[in-house]
């Protein structure tokens, strides 16, 4: 079983459209961190989060420690945020787990 | 800045062959990074160096060495290349919370 679950694997959106992609871990953590891979493969980090809400932009994260659940939220999506969303877990002694990924094409 | 680079962007060994995946930064960041990315799988931690001198395992060590010699260096050495080492291996340097990732590493072992 893995560590790190995300949901869906593969989600496809209209522009325009509100996006949610759900992380669930199951091992006790410090920190949890959501990143982006390009269709290129570059990975860019978004949000380091140990409890409640960060928003950057267009996108807001959130965790619930007792649920060990976290949602990355895209608002007004747009072509541009097609990429794979990575969901990782960081425990105290800074081991990282990482989910497979959600791959998330919005069309224009 | 250059940020994290990797050399060489692909590679193909044959079975029992070493190389040595290089990694190097410029932002001074005494926390380093080396992982390895299967298809259809999660990044998994293969090392990790929190400075100079200073290395520890992740969770997929077996088959790779790391030294830290500076602050800027991190190379992954592969002894003994075998078949299930073909993967894309990426760097990575983190300042506080963020990491910053090298561009990947596209190795095959035949």
């Known amino acids: 079983k893995n560590e790190v679950e995300q949901s869906p694997q593969n989600l496809t959106a209209q522009e325009g459209e509100f996006i949610t992609i759900n992380c669930s871990y199951s091992v006790g953590i410090s920190a949890l961190h959501w990143l982006q891979q390009h269709p290129g493969g570059g990975i860019v980090s978004l949000f380091m989060l140990s409890s409640g809400k960060k928003k950057h932009g267009r996108l807001i994260a959130t965790i619930n420690i007792q649920e060990k659940h976290s949602s990355l939220h895209i608002t007004a999506s747009h072509p541009r945020d097609s990429a794979v969303y990575i969901c990782?877990?960081?425990?105290?002694?800074?081991?990282?787990?990482f989910g497979t990924g959600t791959s998330l094409t919005v069309i224009p | 800045n250059a940020g994290v680079t990797q050399t060489p962007k692909f590679r193909i060994l044959k079975i029992g062959q070493s190389m040595t995946l290089q990694c190097t930064q410029d932002m001074n960041h005494n926390y380093m990074y080396w992982y390895r990315q299967d298809p259809g799988m999660g990044l998994k931690l293969i090392y990790y160096?929190?400075?100079?001198?200073?290395?520890d395992k992740g969770e997929v060590p077996n088959g790779y060495n790391v030294s830290r010699s500076t602050t800027e260096d991190f190379p992954l050495r592969l002894e003994l290349a075998a078949p299930s080492q073909t993967s894309v291996y990426f760097c990575?340097?983190?300042?506080?919370?963020?990491?910053?990732f090298g561009p990947g590493t596209r190795l095959t072992v035949l």
């Open positions: 160096s929190v400075g100079a001198g200073i290395t």
């Open positions: 990782a877990v960081e425990n105290t002694g800074n081991q990282f787990y």
């Open positions: 990575a340097s983190s300042r506080e919370w963020e990491q910053f």
